[in-house]
C-alpha cells in the first residue's frame, strides 16, 4: 500500500507534521513496533487524521523512505559536476558523501532500522534500494559512461565498484559500530578508491593526485 494522491498545501503541513513524529518512533521502536497510536500520539493528531494522509503504516514508512532517501540524495548530488576530471569529481564526491554520513546518526539509526527489519519486510528494503542506490547507480554509470578515458570496461560495474566501497565503510564503521576495532581514515579510503577507479587517466591532475595521495598516507598512515 502506498501514500494518498498529492495533498494540498495545508494537508503538505499536516502531513510533515506526521511524518516528523512518525519518524522518531519508527527510529525508537523499529517497524513492527511502532503502531498507529503511537506514531498519532507522537506527532499530535489523531489517528483519523493520520488515515486521511495515509492508507496504513507501511504508507507512512514508505513516504519516509522516499523522503529521507529524495533528501539525502539531493544533499550528496545536487551539485554534483558532470564536467569535472574524474580524479576531482569523484574525490569531492566520495568524501561530500562521508563528511555527511559521519554527523547524521539518525540516518546511521534509519540504516540499522532497515537492515534489521529487512528480513521480515523485503519489499521496504527494496524500495530504499530503488529510492537511493539505484539512482546514484544510474548517475555515476553516466558520468563513467561520459569519461571514456577511465579505464572502465562497464560503467554500472564501475559505478557500484565505487559506490560499494563508500558504502562498506559506513557499514563496518558507522553502523555496525566498528570503528574502535577496525579503524582506516576516510581519506585514505577515498584516496586509494578513487586512484583504483582512475588509474593514470587523468594525466593532468596526476602530480597534484600524487601530492595529495602522499600527504593523505604520511599524515595517517
Known amino acids: 500500500m502506498g501514500v494518498l494522491p498529492a495533498p494540498t498545501s495545508a494537508a503538505q503541513l499536516k502531513r510533515e507534521q506526521i511524518l516528523q513524529g512518525a519518524w522518531q518512533i519508527f527510529l525508537q521502536n523499529g517497524y513492527e513496533g511502532t503502531s498507529m497510536d503511537r506514531v498519532a500520539a507522537a506527532a499530535g493528531v489523531s489517528k ?9 503504516k507501511e504508507g507512512v514508512f514508505t513516504a ?3 523522503q529521507v532517501t529524495a533528501e539525502r540524495f539531493q544533499l550528496v548530488f545536487g551539485d554534483f559536476a558532470f564536467d569535472e576530471p574524474p580524479a576531482i569529481a569523484l574525490r569531492k564526491l566520495a568524501k561530500k558523501l562521508l563528511d555527511i554520513l559521519a554527523i547524521d546518526d539518525e540516518y546511521i539509526a534509519f540504516l540499522r532500522l532497515l537492515i534489521g527489519e529487512s528480513g521480515r519486510f523485503p519489499g521496504l528494503a527494496q524500495l530504499f534500494i ?3 542506490p539505484q539512482k546514484v547507480w544510474t548517475l555515476l554509470s ?18 557500484r565498484i565505487f559506490v560499494g566501497a563508500l558504502i562498506s565503510y559506513v557499514m563496518t564503521q558507522k553502523v555496525l ?8 581514515h576516510q581519506d585514505i579510503l ?7 577507479i582512475v588509474g593514470h587517466a587523468d594525466s593532468t ?17
Open 48 to 56: 483519523i487524521t493520520i488515515y486521511k494522509h495515509f492508507q496504513d
Open 64 to 66: 519516509l523512505i522516499e
Open 130 to 132: 530503488k529510492a537511493l
Open 142 to 159: 553516466q558520468y563513467v559512461a561520459a569519461h571514456p578515458e577511465l579505464p572502465s570496461p562497464h560503467p554500472e560495474a564501475t559505478a
Open 177 to 184: 559500530h566498528g570503528e574502535a576495532i577496525a579503524p582506516i
Open 190 to 196: 577515498i584516496a586509494s578508491l578513487v586512484k583504483t
Open 205 to 221: 591532475n596526476d602530480m597534484a593526485e600524487q601530492n595529495y595521495d602522499a600527504a593523505m598516507f604520511n599524515g595517517y598512515g
